[in-house]
């Protein structure tokens, strides 16, 4: 995968991540290495990020992807979403 193809799902994953933070009240702006919970997403919130990312990006995240740190920040998010879109993960 190019560098742009990786910006391009980072900016993506990004773009979901905030779209769920500002559904919170007091939503505040953040890293993509920032730790999601920290930044107020609850475990509902991550299930339904893991949703937006699996339609966004046409894909079906395999149950292996499925553990905390996949979806520890979003940089976690665009390196798991590389893997399974590549097919090595």
Do not use: K
């Amino acid at each position: 995968m190019s560098q742009i193809e990786s910006t391009e799902v980072a900016d993506r994953a990004m773009a979901l991540a905030q779209e769920i933070a500002a559904q919170h009240a007091g939503a505040r702006a953040f890293r993509p290495s920032d730790a999601l919970v920290d930044v107020g997403l609850t475990s509902l919130d991550l299930v339904n990020l893991m949703l937006a990312i699996e339609a966004e990006f046409d894909i079906l995240i395999p149950p292996a992807c499925l553990s905390p740190q996949n979806f520890h920040s979003v940089e976690a998010i665009s390196r798991m979403v590389e893997a399974v879109r590549a097919g090595t993960h």
